[in-house]
C-alpha cells in the first residue's frame, strides 16, 4: 500500500549564510521537481536555526594576541579549521563585530554529551586572557 502522505525531516548546517539560502532554495527546487514529477504535492518549510558562528579578522587578532600575551607564546591555535557546531553567540557576531574563543577545554566528550566534564583548569585561561583585554594593551 502507497501511504497518502509523507514527512521528512533533516538538519543542514554551512559556514556561510549565502550557502545556507542556496541549501534552502537547492532543497526547495529539488523537492518540487520530484513531487511534479511523481504527479504530487509538497510543501517545503526551512527553519533556520543558529547562524554560522564568523569572527571578525580584527577582532580574532586582538583576542588572539591577548591570549598569547596571557597565556603564553605559541598557545593560541589562530588557524583552528571552522565548526559545525551551532553557537548563539553567531547572532551577535551578525550585528557587532567580535571573536569568539575556544579555550582549550581539552579531549572527551564535547559540551552537549551526558558525560562532558566541563575542564575548571581552563578558567584561569578565560580570567587571564579577559584581563589582557581590559588593560588594552597592544
Known amino acids: 500500500m502507497i501511504p497518502e502522505s509523507a514527512h521528512l525531516f533533516g538538519t543542514y548546517r554551512t559556514f556561510a549564510a549565502e550557502t ?3 541549501v534552502e532554495e ?3 527546487r529539488v523537492t518540487r521537481g ?3 514529477a511523481r504527479g504530487a504535492r509538497c510543501e517545503v518549510r526551512c527553519m533556520r536555526g543558529y547562524p554560522p558562528t564568523v569572527n571578525h579578522a580584527n577582532e580574532s587578532d586582538v583576542l588572539a594576541s591577548a591570549a598569547e600575551r596571557a ?3 605559541g598557545t593560541v591555535r589562530r588557524d583552528a579549521p571552522p565548526c559545525m557546531g551551532g553557537e548563539d553567540f553567531a547572532f551577535m ?3 557587532v563585530p567580535g571573536a569568539y574563543l575556544w579555550l582549550g577545554a581539552g579531549d572527551g566528550p ?4 551526558p558525560d562532558y566534564d ?3 583548569d581552563v578558567l ?3 580570567v587571564e586572557t579577559w584581563g589582557e583585554l581590559v588593560r588594552g594593551r597592544s
Not at 110 to 113: A, F, G, K, M, V
Request: hydrophobic share 30%.
Open 20 to 22: 545556507r539560502t542556496r
Open 26 to 28: 537547492e532543497v526547495e
Open 34 to 36: 520530484v513531487a511534479e
Open 71 to 73: 597565556l603564553g607564546a
Open 93 to 95: 557576531l551578525e550585528e
Open 110 to 113: 564535547n559540551l552537549h554529551h
Open 118 to 120: 566541563f575542564n575548571d
Open 124 to 126: 584561569r585561561h578565560g
